[in-house]
């Protein structure tokens, strides 16, 4: 395995604040707010965790010890947690649910987001969009 930094198309300030809204399907980590504009990684996912280890403990984060870094996104080649996922689901479909996904680190001060992933991409909304997009989930909840 080997942990590497994603290169991404504008630079995040990874270490503070950021904000997760999970559908079914896709993931959306809230990076930046400017003018009226949310800048966010948006992941067409199959898994995620959210939460700890904050940067004092990202040394017992079983990547640490392939060089997973500090305040960015990275990209785990080779995943032991989507290996570990596969023969989970092993007997259970003809098919495998993993195949072509990739393991996407992001870590921050106080969290970390771990993401199994058929991929990513930049986007940029408005605060109406992302409103729209909570209000049409939300509605799918109701009982009627």
Not at 62 to 72: E, N, Q, R, S, T
Not at 120 to 132: A, K
Request: charged share 25%; net charge negative.
């Amino acid at each position: 395995m080997q942990v590497v930094k994603v290169t991404l198309e504008k630079e995040y300030k990874f270490m503070y604040e950021n904000f997760v809204v999970s559908t079914q399907h896709a993931l959306y980590l809230l990076l930046e707010k400017k003018g009226g504009r949310v800048s966010a990684l948006k992941f067409d996912f199959l898994y995620f965790k959210y939460g700890t280890p904050n940067d004092e403990g990202i040394g017992s984060h079983p990547m640490a010890k392939f060089g997973l870094g500090f305040y960015d996104l990275f990209l785990v080649k080779e995943s032991s947690w989507i290996a570990e996922l596969s023969q989970q689901r092993k007997g259970n479909t003809a098919w495998d649910l993993y195949r072509g996904c990739d393991h996407y680190i992001a870590t921050f001060k106080d969290v970390t987001l771990d993401v199994v992933s058929r991929g990513f991409e930049e986007i940029t909304m408005s605060m109406e969009e992302l409103l729209d997009l909570i209000t049409k989930e939300a509605e799918s909840l109701s009982a009627d």
